[in-house]
């Protein structure tokens, strides 16, 4: 419930800040373009405290991240980050400036009409921008490897000695020669590029590996790495996006990861449709390439049991008690002629409620 006297509302850029003050005895506005020095807004926010009695504050969550909502709380004020999908906007308001939405703000603070998003240690965050930095390097790397392929192609170069980007497969690149200049350089780029990509995965994926070792996420870690599917990097990486697994239920989490089907139904009519892809797309992702390796036969071996032998007991066994349930369901879907897609959706569906089990246990 909103116990302050005055409600801040702020529309935050990257140089500029725009902040409107509702002072709900007097009824009286007060606003302000601040300049974007997180200490400066900091200090208005200080000056309106002053003279209008306790303030709670608030601004949308976006690219500026999360320096001053910490920099605020830091200096004893109250402060929401605003999820921005869930604002209530006016649906005939068709004129849209800063001034006008740091009110909006203010207002639904003030109304307790905020929904916040929760924001993360500087731990998370840290740990979370050297996953992402991974998973952009990945999408980097398959994208120069097809440019690649595609320029071999286009002059008749097609390998068919067995799986690509292997050593057999580079050894077999570094024998193919250009007359052009011009397409010379084009290879000789792709291939440089592809070959520093790849050693600069080694690189993040052994920084990665040490702090999935070693850190206040190794426990967690270990334990979603009970599930087939969910390696070291793989666990790591949705330790650090989801953060505080307690704020979710087994039947929230697919919701939050956007795995379930939207729907728009009114009266008798139901009508459902695609998954809705709210949320984290970073741990979606991750939970839909995991939920594959769940359609073939289950048949724990020594990658599994090393695995489990850094997890509690009662991990492992939950973690089999998956991997088991999970095969059984490709196994059904897959009698019933879903189209595979569909299928495994719905295994990562029921794969984030049993990480979200794991994550949240007793141990």
């Not at 200490?39 to 504050?57: D, L, M, Q, S, Y």
Request: net charge positive; glycine share 8%; hydrophobic share 40%.
């Amino acid at each position: 419930m909103f116990t302050e006297r005055t409600s801040i509302g702020m529309d935050v850029h990257a140089r500029s800040v725009r902040a409107a003050a509702i002072d709900t005895v007097t009824g009286e506005v007060v606003s302000a373009t601040v300049g974007p020095a997180v200490a400066a807004v900091v200090e208005w926010v200080r000056k309106v405290a002053e003279e209008h009695g306790p303030v709670a504050t608030t601004y949308e969550a976006g690219p500026t991240g999360y320096g001053l909502v910490r920099a605020l709380r830091a200096a004893g004020f109250g402060c929401e980050v605003a999820a921005p999908s869930k604002l209530l906007r006016p649906s005939g308001d068709r004129v849209k400036t800063d001034k006008r939405d740091a009110l909006l703000l203010a207002r639904l603070l003030r109304l307790d009409e905020i929904t916040s998003v929760r924001v993360p240690t500087q731990a998370e965050e840290d740990a979370r921008d050297l996953v992402r930095a991974r998973d952009d390097l990945r999408r980097d790397l398959m994208a120069t490897r097809h440019r690649l392929g595609k320029l071999l192609l286009r002059h008749g170069h097609v390998y068919d000695g067995g799986d690509a980007w292997t050593g057999k497969h580079d050894a077999w690149l570094r024998q193919i020669t250009f007359t052009r200049p011009g397409t010379r350089t084009a290879f000789e780029q792709y291939y440089a590029r592809a070959t520093g990509l790849v050693t600069d995965r080694k690189r993040m994926d052994k920084q990665i590996s040490a702090l999935a070792a070693d850190s206040e996420f190794t426990d967690l870690t270990h334990r979603l790495a009970c599930l087939r599917g969910i390696d070291t990097l793989t666990a790591f990486a949705l330790a650090v996006e989801l953060g505080d697994w307690h704020r979710f239920t087994g039947s929230t989490i697919a919701a939050y990861l956007g795995l379930v089907p939207s729907e728009h139904s009114s009266g008798e009519s139901k009508n459902r449709g695609a998954i809705t892809k709210a949320g984290n797309p970073h741990a979606r992702r991750l939970l839909i390439e995991a939920a594959w390796h769940h359609k073939a036969a289950y048949k724990p071996g020594k990658t599994m049991h090393d695995r489990w032998a850094l997890a509690p007991a009662a991990a492992a066994e939950r973690g089999d008690a998956g991997n088991r349930r999970l095969h059984q369901r490709w196994q059904v879907l897959s009698a019933h002629k879903k189209k595979h897609t569909v299928a495994n959706t719905a295994i990562a569906r029921e794969l984030a409620g049993w990480c979200w089990s794991l994550a949240v246990m007793d141990t």
